[in-house]
T-cell receptor, first 115, second 111 residues
Framework: DGGITQSPKYLFRKEGQNVTLSCEQN?????MYWYRQDPGQGLRLIYY???????QKGDIAEGYSVSREKKESFPLTVTSAQKNPTAFYLC??????????????FGPGTRLTVL | LAKTTQPISMDSYEGQEVNITCSHN???????ITWYQQFPSQGPRFIIQGYKTKVTNEVASLFIPADRKSSTLSLPRVSLSDTAVYYCLVVLSGSARQLTFGSGTQLTVLP
């Protein structure tokens, strides 16, 4: 089955530690995204990547970093500089084409809790 | 990037038709309108998209007037399992840049 996987599902971190969230897709999509969702809120864009070895900041990139060394993988690192990292993190990818290329496919999410 | 406005919440009863309206006053010529559904602790799921007039698929219809400044998602005969948050999103076709989803509309279907 094609899709997006995120791991781990739940993650606990102590203050001051960096942590990396995994996102893998086998949909052959060029574009990938990271969002953050806080309770009762919508999704906010952290970073996105249109192609391998290229990525752009979204609306709330401070305290986060990403890499895109492979088409299938777009890991997100939450650094100690992120002041309030406890949230639900969602990874997505988007296909190509004039119409189907507007659809984003989301992973199951990682819930990060800072202790 | 076009900003969208939706009602914060809506209630309905099982078997009724539900219409959720989204306004996007500064939509651009090449923008598409897309809708997503999200259940708690899950990623959003694409429902439908459209450019103008009416689009229908197996789960919903999308109505877009000629001026494209608003759109209405129509869910026929809702069931309890349709209780979710629904997001309206304006997407520039061919661009990877995605608009922030916003808070969406919490639909609660009552028995």
């Amino acid at each position: 089955d094609g899709g997006i996987t995120q791991s781990p599902k739940y993650l606990f971190r102590k203050e001051g530690q960096n942590v990396t969230l995994s996102c893998e897709q086998n949909l052959n999509h060029d574009a990938m995204y990271w969002y953050r969702q806080d309770p009762g809120q919508g999704l906010r864009l952290i970073y996105y990547s249109q192609i391998v070895n290229d990525f752009q900041k979204g609306d709330i990139a401070e305290g986060y970093s990403v890499s895109r060394e492979k088409k299938e993988s777009f890991p997100l690192t939450v650094t100690s500089a992120q002041k309030n990292p406890t949230a639900f993190y969602l990874c997505a990818s988007r296909g190509q084409g004039r119409e189907r290329g507007n659809e984003q496919f989301f992973g199951p999410g990682t819930r990060l809790t800072v202790l | 990037l076009a900003k969208t406005t939706q009602p914060i919440s809506m209630d309905s009863y099982e078997g009724q038709e539900v219409n959720i309206t989204c306004s996007h006053n500064n939509i651009a010529t090449n923008d598409y309108i897309t809708w997503y559904q999200q259940f708690p602790s899950q990623g959003p799921r694409f429902i439908i998209q459209g450019y103008k007039t009416k689009v229908t698929n197996e789960v919903a219809s999308l109505f877009i007037p000629a001026d494209r400044k608003s759109s209405t998602l129509s869910l026929p005969r809702v069931s309890l399992s349709d209780t979710a948050v629904y997001y309206c999103l304006v997407v520039l076709s061919g661009s990877a840049r995605q608009l922030t989803f916003g808070s969406g509309t919490q639909l609660t279907v009552l028995p």
